[in-house]
């Protein structure tokens, strides 16, 4: 895996340090404000990442607490 060094703004960099505090305030952690930075590359405001990602951190962990359930729809069977 190749890294690339890039230089930003110190108020660019505030925001996503700022959304990833939020984030760890929220869910006790957080996968850091570089992470954050390479999801929302093409976002104007880090912050409303904050949201979308704790929201599919909580999905998530109530999908896989729950136990499946078999398909209620009926199965098809087609003859060769």
Known sequence: MK???IEVEPETWKRYVEAHEEIERILGQSP???FLMSLVVEQENPLD??????NTVIQHVQRS????????????????
């Open 65 to 80: 607490g729950q136990p499946e359930t078999p398909s209620s729809s009926p199965s098809v069977q087609v003859a060769a």
């Open 32 to 34: 850091g404000p570089e």
């Open 49 to 54: 990442l904050v949201l979308m990602y704790v």
């Open 3 to 5: 890294r690339a060094s």
